[in-house]
């Protein structure tokens, strides 16, 4: 392989690969917003290499027989690695998403969680080999004083591996992520939360998608490194990108998906949402909400259609099947409370259904999301974008897009679930009503932000100042 100037390194990477029933392996665009973000970032790039982890039985079998050679069957070239399986399943479901991913999100429930003993420490080193096997991947191929760009917590310790192994690199590290307050970081052991934070600070910038998140990140920096760090921390924000979502808005599976879901709705008003189900993303209150507003504002009913679309995400943890198995029992009950022999109330998808999930924001006149925590969202910049209508915004203020969207959207705390059902039936009542020049402007800023950070520009920057920064 030819050495790299440019290298993208994350866990999950653009292709996922599975075994179908007749055993031949299929690949598929890989999932969640870091993928979809990046992919789009490096169609504007010349070159660059991006080297994921293996993450199944399939793609080890595929990345074994590459032999550290690109990916054949995909655009880009991707060097998957297998890592074996043992530690991959510590470092991924016991550190990465158990353990980083509910800090980062604040989502311990403090009682009985977290609990770090010896078979904690055991996926710990666990993470420690997973992070070490992708500084050696990188440092094989990356080329002299290439510019490296790691991503998320997966890899936290990877830039000051590759700042020890190789001081020439230029690297840049970014976290799709929110941050979490010193004192809420500071529930991990005392010295992986240092580790934690010296990895990162391997990097010569480190990107956040707002400022909020790039100030708690700055804190934890001070409070337990004694390092201000000011000098690399830099916000990147993250957008969708207006053509690409007009082009996917045109398409046909897109189209057809959406005639099929008009077919069902009629011309009811639609509240839209569209996750990973995800802990963070908060479905089982914004269900309740639902609820309430059904309950407490009886005009709605038969008037409106909630349609939920969940990705199935991360089915190895205990708390994602019991949340699933949760989101299920709560949408039957509201199914059995409402429905009349017209209408019903729910639309409730579990599913991998990219065409079809896309098709449901089209459709959408309200787009709910009421995460507890959420680094960006990428979801409400597409549900601005893709809607054929103006749609109204009931946005988490605990998202980096509240920051961006600000007050033309309506902002909940996603705790509240009143206070959610309350917005969501402001929202409705302002879909029926005539356009005016303030709410004229108002769609129109939403549609600029929603496409104000393009993917390419968002990945650009970030290089830019990695170059800035290295060269000082
Ligand atoms: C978020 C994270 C990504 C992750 C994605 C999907 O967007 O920031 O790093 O890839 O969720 O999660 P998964 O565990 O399925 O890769």
Known sequence: VPKADLVVVSNRGPVSISVDDTGSEQMSRGGGGLVSGMQTALESVGSAVWVCAAMSDAERAVAQRAAGQPLAGSD????????DEETFEAAYNGVANQTLWFTLHMLFDPIRQPLFDAEWRRQWEAYQRFNQAFAEAVDELAARSAIVMVQDYHL???????????PDLRIGFFTHTPWAPVDYFRILPDDVARDVVAGVLGADVVGFHTQRWAELFRRCAHALLGDCADDRIAVFGLTADAEEMAERREAEDVRAAASRLRDVIGDRLVIGRVDRIELSKNVIRGLLAYRELLRDRPQWRERVVHVVFDNPSREDIPEYVEYAAAV???AAEIQAEFSTPG??????SVQEDYPA???ALTLTDVVLIDSVRDGMNLVVFEAILLAEGKPQVVLSRETGAADLLGDDAIVINPYDVSQTAAALDQALSLVGQPETPATAARAERLRVAAAGRPPARWFNDQVERVRLVAQQ
Request: no cysteine.
């Open 76 to 83: 880009l070239d991707v060097i998957m690695l297998p890592i």
């Open 156 to 166: 936290f310790l990877l830039p000051a591996l590759l700042r020890k192994r190789r």
């Open 328 to 330: 299920e029992r709560l």
């Open 343 to 348: 209408w019903t109330p729910l639309l409730l």
């Open 357 to 359: 999930a896309l098709a």
